[in-house]
Every structure is written in structure tokens, then in C-alpha cells.
């Protein structure tokens, strides 16, 4: 069995998705593993990870308007200590996820054909954000 582990840095431009795939698919390749388990894990609380379409741009902001509608902002929070977009960030996040599992097949990741890697920045304003990836395998 090997492993490799890596911390990779995304900036985003503020609330959405942000396709990060080829980054990671890139990663990969550069690791040699062919058959294996890879591990994500979104380093933030106001910020997540999902696997989601990759064609229609529209779902992406559907996604992100539900989101929004789950989560509104306002003054009813209790933690609003960077701002009003503070609390339903956490919440967004807490809907979503902040980690994913992708097995890697074949010397590739077992995406389906209409599936990328997104992390979803739940913010206004723009981040630079980091996602730690732990590949096992052979």
C-alpha cells in the first residue's frame, strides 16, 4: 500500500460553487496511485465539499439559491460575529459537508460522467480556502 497526502489551496470569489476537479484529478495523477480511496476534507466551517452536476450551470445555482432559502441571513442568530452571512454559512456547511470519499479506479476517480468536485464557498466575500486530500491504495 502507498500514501499520499497533500493540502491544496483554492481561491473563491465569494457565495458558490467552485469547480475544483481538475485540481484534484490532476493531484492524483501525479501520485501514481491507480487503484485506491481518496479522501477530502474541507479545512473551514463556513465552507464545504460536493460532488454534484457538472454540465448544467444552472444547477449549481439552483443549489446555491436553495441554500439560501434554508439558510437565510438576518438578525435572528445568535452568532453573527463576522457578519450577518457569518451564521448561515456554518449552517450551509452543515447541510453539505466538509468531506468526501472517492474511490479510484482504474487509475482514475470513479466519477460519473456528469459529476465534479465542488467546493462550495457559503460567504459573501471572497477566501482562500483548503482542502486536505489523503490518498491509500496501490
Known sequence: MKQATTI???????????????????????????EGLLTLLCRHTSASLLIQENAAREVRGDIVDWLDRMAPEGRHYAHDDE??????????????????????????????????????????APHRRQVALHLIGT
Open 83 to 124: 457578519g450577518p452571512d457569518d451564521m448561515p454559512a456554518h449552517l450551509k456547511a452543515t447541510l453539505t459537508g466538509v468531506n468526501l470519499t472517492i474511490p479510484v479506479i482504474g487509475g482514475r476517480l470513479a466519477l460519473g460522467t456528469w459529476q465534479g468536485i465542488y467546493l462550495a464557498e457559503h460567504r459573501r
Open 8 to 34: 491544496l489551496s483554492f481561491d473563491t470569489p465569494g457565495r458558490g460553487l467552485c469547480d475544483i476537479t481538475r485540481t484534484i484529478a490532476d493531484w492524483h495523477r501525479e501520485t501514481g496511485i491507480g
